[in-house]
């Protein structure tokens, strides 16, 4: 797609980068965690409903995954604080999609110029609240900011999308109507409207770009939200509140967005039940996206969902790949944020004359990587998010020490700062087997080989899902043949950077095939924005 006027990438460490300036950034990302340990942490934090400070009768603490340290206190939200949440939305809806679209796209603009004046300081506590690395941190929020800039150029660009059109009068005039009849003049217009509330339900793995990217799709079409940030286990309240604040700087008025926490049995559900909620943007499990789309459909309700529903992302290793690029690419796919990203490369298949020796290559770019405190640098491997992951990478092991072999990793390491860290673990394995067709969101990546492209690619295609892939050849034909027959949203070619990871917003569009995603429409691409409106026809005779 062509890059869109008036749109940029952020790329924070890349300019750093290219300045010199690398000392600097890490300056700045050390002062911000010291200043979010010192002044943010620990402090008990409301919700937000109608603009103003909720509490409820009980309270959950959330902890870091990289040590235990109280991140803060959080409200446990009820049903009737969702209730409370979508009579607010309701009741701005009119207001808000009444604003000319221009009005909505500036108020986000300056949302994405207070994300940029915060960089760091969000980056800090995104990576305290859920353990990301600096760099995956920093890159997170240069995606918010993304986000904000691209959706708001787009609604610019395509003045709110609507359009006009006129049908001329013909000559002479009939009594009765009949396609084709001649008819009197007519004006038509096709405005693209919003739908009205919109429940937004974040994953905990992307809490700054994915939230602010779903919420802002919904919100700059003149939706309003009710927004709730993953809650239960994998917690992710504090990102989320400072979206919200951020939004009521920026100028989205009272009842527009609301900031609701809470358990998906309570919260989650109430938005999925409400006949008053129009439509959910959620990104998380397939298992839960299909659950609320089926309980919806079983009430006799109809809502819009745009969904992203993970992925079991492949990636090919022709004879003819460069070895280097390929080792590279999928080592930083698998296990870059340990491996917990829907977009997380977790299946290789390999030619079998190249085996042996890209095995051995890539299990000793594992074996290198550093395992520790996401918060110091030059570590790459940092915690699991939850004691559930830590315990599907055991049973994982187990499954491949019967069925397969462990080539390197397998093991938690005993506690690095007090959180849970496990190995990168690369295991080969017969492609039957259950490791490598569900989703397991740890860093654990299976292979299996191929004598002929052909097989390759139907082992890869074999899954319900189809979100990502990857391939590393330099075959025109084989480069074909997965253009071609991949059934993936999203497809890289020979990119040393990430296999299956790393969409730039504006530049590729990040979207789900098969059980991966409901619409066909990718995030950070020009048909986004369209999911959250409907289309009219108005036609005004003279």
């Given at each position: ?41 620990g ?10 400070e ?18 803060g206190k ?43 004046q915060?960089?760091?300081?969000v980056?800090?506590?995104l ?111 504090l ?9 009521k ?172 860290y ?16 569900e ?10 080989s ?12 074999d ?30 070619i ?21 059980g991966?995603?409901t ?24």
């Amino acid at each position: 797609m062509a890059r869109l006027r008036g749109f940029s990438n952020e790329y924070t460490y890349a300019k750093f980068l290219a300045n010199g300036e690398e000392r600097r950034f890490d300056e700045m990302f050390d002062g911000a965690v010291e200043k979010v340990t010192r002044e943010i942490l620990g402090k008990k934090f409301p919700m937000y409903i109608n603009g103003e400070e909720k509490y409820a009768a009980a309270e959950v603490e959330e902890r870091s995954p990289i040590n235990g340290m109280t991140v803060g206190k959080f409200q446990l939200g009820t049903r009737e604080h969702a209730r409370l949440a979508i009579d607010a939305a309701k009741s701005a809806f009119s207001s808000w999609s009444g604003l000319d679209y221009d009005e909505r796209a500036s108020i986000f603009r300056k949302a994405a110029e207070l994300f940029r004046q915060q960089k760091f300081i969000v980056a800090a506590l995104l990576s305290i609240e859920n353990g990301k690395t600096r760099y995956e941190s920093i890159g997170e929020v240069d995606e918010a900011i993304d986000f904000l800039n691209y959706y708001s150029a787009e609604t610019e660009s395509n003045k709110g999308y609507g359009t006009k059109r006129t049908i001329d009068a013909s000559v002479g005039t009939v009594k009765e109507g009949f396609q084709g009849a001649p008819s009197d003049s007519e004006k038509i217009s096709l405005p693209m409207k919003p739908y009205g509330v919109f429940g937004v339900i974040a994953p905990f793995n992307f809490p700054i770009s994915i939230s602010t990217g779903m919420s802002t799709g919904a919100l700059i079409t003149g939706n309003t939200v009710v927004f709730k940030p993953s809650s239960t286990e994998n917690m992710t309240m504090l990102t989320g509140l400072y979206i919200c604040r951020i939004f009521k700087e920026a100028g989205v008025p009272k009842g527009v967005f609301n900031y609701v926490t809470g358990p998906g049995s309570e919260i989650g559900d109430e938005l999925v039940s409400s006949p008053m909620v129009s439509g959910i943007a959620f990104t998380g499990s397939r298992r839960t996206g299909l659950g609320m789309m089926a309980k919806t459909y079983a009430a006799g309700q109809h809502k819009v969902f745009v969904v992203e529903l993970g992925g079991k992302d492949p990636a090919i290793v022709s004879k003819t790949a460069d070895m280097d690029a390929a080792v590279e690419g999928i080592a930083s796919s698998a296990f870059g944020y340990s491996g917990q990203k829907c977009s997380a490369c977790s299946r290789v298949y390999v030619h079998e004359s190249i085996k042996e020796e890209f095995i051995s290559k890539l299990a000793e770019k594992a074996r290198g990587m550093k395992i520790g405190n996401p918060l110091a640098k030059g570590n790459y491997i940092g915690p699991l998010i939850s004691n559930a992951a830590a315990e599907r990478f055991i049973a994982s092991v187990a499954e491949a020490q019967v069925h397969g072999r462990i080539i390197t990793g397998g093991n938690i390491v005993p506690a690095v700062s007090g959180g849970i860290y496990a190995e990168p673990t690369i295991i080969e394995i017969e492609s039957t087997n259950r490791l490598f067709h569900e989703e397991l969101f740890i860093p654990f990546l299976v292979i299996d080989s191929f004598k002929k492209f052909d097989e390759a690619l139907e082992k890869a295609n074999d899954t319900e899902y189809g979100l990502t892939a990857g391939l590393y050849s330099k075959n025109k034909a084989e480069m074909r043949a997965f253009s071609d027959k991949m059934e993936s949203g999203v497809i890289y070619i020979n990119r040393r950077i990430g296999a299956t990871t790393g969409a730039v917003v504006g530049a590729h569009a990040f979207v789900g095939w098969k059980g991966s995603g409901t619409t066909g429409k990718g995030t950070g691409s020009r048909h986004y924005l369209q999911q959250f409106m409907r289309e009219q026809s108005i036609s005004v005779s003279k």
